[in-house]
T-cell receptor, first 113, second 115 residues
Framework: AQSVTQPDIHITVSEGASLELRCNYSYGATPYLFWYVQSPGQGLQLLLKYFSGDTLVQGIKGFEAEFKRSQSSFNLRKPSVHWSDAAEYFCAVAPYNTDKLIFGTGTRLQVFP | EAQVTQNPRYLITVTGKKLTVTCSQNMNHEYMSWYRQDPGLGLRQIYYSMNVEVTDKGDVPEGYKVSRKEKRNFPLILESPSPNQTSLYFC??????????????FGPGTRLTVT
């Protein structure tokens, strides 16, 4: 069965530091890959998505993610974190030929000044 | 403004009292879905709908019903709520494609507490 693993439940970084959130998926073929962010009390907002082509994708708010087929990973990165980035981040996959989204369990990001 | 709306945003109810959470989208999306979010479990799909009058079970459908009589609305019905349905619920919508490539837009969430 398809699954998504976010191994880090909680990450704390200092403002201005770089960030990498990990995401691994289990699927027989290349799925569609997404990162969503959930700010406190808010719904989910799409940060970026990967369907095909260039394996480094740029998103909103200065985020990027790199698809690595050999590692079945789609890690989210940001070179310099801002306090407003504190939120919960969800990786999700959509198996090919479906509209279903399978979410990871999320990583909560805390940012210290 | 393109959006998905849910009502109510917060609800406290008692076991067994039927309730409905409404969801409406103004983007003419075919696909709509309900998720529940629980700590440590992420979001899990309850039901989804590919279009009007077409609905199907997701991963955790027990205790829930849905209907899709109009394209814009996709209400979630709890006929007899129980405490294990205490959760944060999200409605989402998107265009459909056979490749599943369209972004899902999420509502603001409904926090339900069943006592």
């Amino acid at each position: 069965a398809q699954s998504v693993t976010q191994p880090d439940i909680h990450i704390t970084v200092s403002e201005g530091a770089s960030l990498e959130l990990r995401c691994n998926y289990s699927y027989g073929a290349t799925p569609y890959l997404f990162w969503y962010v959930q700010s406190p009390g808010q719904g989910l907002q799409l940060l970026l998505k990967y369907f095909s082509g260039d394996t480094l994708v740029q998103g909103i708010k200065g985020f990027e993610a790199e698809f690595k087929r050999s590692q079945s990973s789609f890690n989210l990165r940001k070179p310099s974190v801002h306090w407003s980035d504190a939120a919960e981040y969800f990786c999700a996959v959509a198996p090919y030929n479906t509209d279903k989204l399978i979410f990871g369990t999320g990583t909560r990001l805390q940012v210290f000044p | 403004e393109a959006q998905v709306t849910q009502n109510p945003r917060y609800l406290i109810t008692v076991t067994g009292k039927k309730l409905t959470v409404t969801c409406s989208q103004n983007m003419n999306h075919e696909y709509m879905s309900w998720y529940r979010q629980d700590p440590g479990l992420g979001l899990r799909q309850i039901y989804y709908s590919m279009n009007v009058e077409v609905t199907d079970k997701g991963d955790v459908p027990e205790g829930y019903k849905v209907s899709r009589k109009e394209k814009r609305n996709f209400p979630l019905i709890l006929e007899s709520p129980s405490p294990n349905q205490t959760s944060l619920y999200f409605c989402a919508s998107s265009r459909t494609s056979t490749g599943g490539s369209y972004e899902q837009y999420f509502g603001p969430g409904t926090r339900l507490t069943v006592t």
